[in-house]
């Protein structure tokens, strides 16, 4: 099995930046596909950004697109989000999640990763 430690959240003004950090466990993190989903108060879980196994493609989600950057180091087991020019709107728990293997289309539903971290929270205040 895989865990997953999220770190690296916290309390930013609009317009700053904040690099989360996700801690894998076990020696096959190449294999899984990384997630990045965050929930706000009161509203659904929302896919924010995804990364293939090896790093070679990326997905965003439209509003963090040209502000938040996903990358992984496979040697650290880790995965990152760069989030820069941070709104309120981007306030709320984040998530990293793992999975294996997506249909075409696929990598947006949270349904579709295995493994799940804690979270971590962002507050952007304005």
């Known amino acids: 099995q895989v865990q997953l430690v999220e770190s690296g959240g916290g309390l930013v003004q609009a317009g700053g930046s904040l690099r989360l950090s996700c801690a894998a466990s076990?020696?096959?993190?190449?294999?899984?596909?990384m997630g990045w989903f965050r929930q706000a108060p009161g509203k659904e879980r929302e896919f924010v950004a995804r990364?293939?196994?090896?790093?070679?493609?990326?997905y965003y989600t439209d509003s963090v697109k040209d502000r938040f950057t996903i990358s992984r180091d496979n040697a650290k087991n880790t995965a990152y989000l760069q989030m820069n020019s941070l709104k309120p709107e981007d306030t709320g728990i984040y998530h990293c999640?793992?999975?294996?293997?997506?249909?075409?289309?696929?990598?947006?539903?949270?349904?579709?990763?295995?493994?799940w971290g804690q979270g971590t929270q962002v507050t952007v205040s304005s």
């Open positions: 999640a793992a999975a294996r293997i997506f249909r075409v289309g696929g990598g947006q539903n949270p349904i579709e990763y295995e493994y």
């Open positions: 076990g020696r096959t993190f190449s294999n899984y596909h």
């Open positions: 990364i293939s196994g090896s790093g070679g493609r990326t």
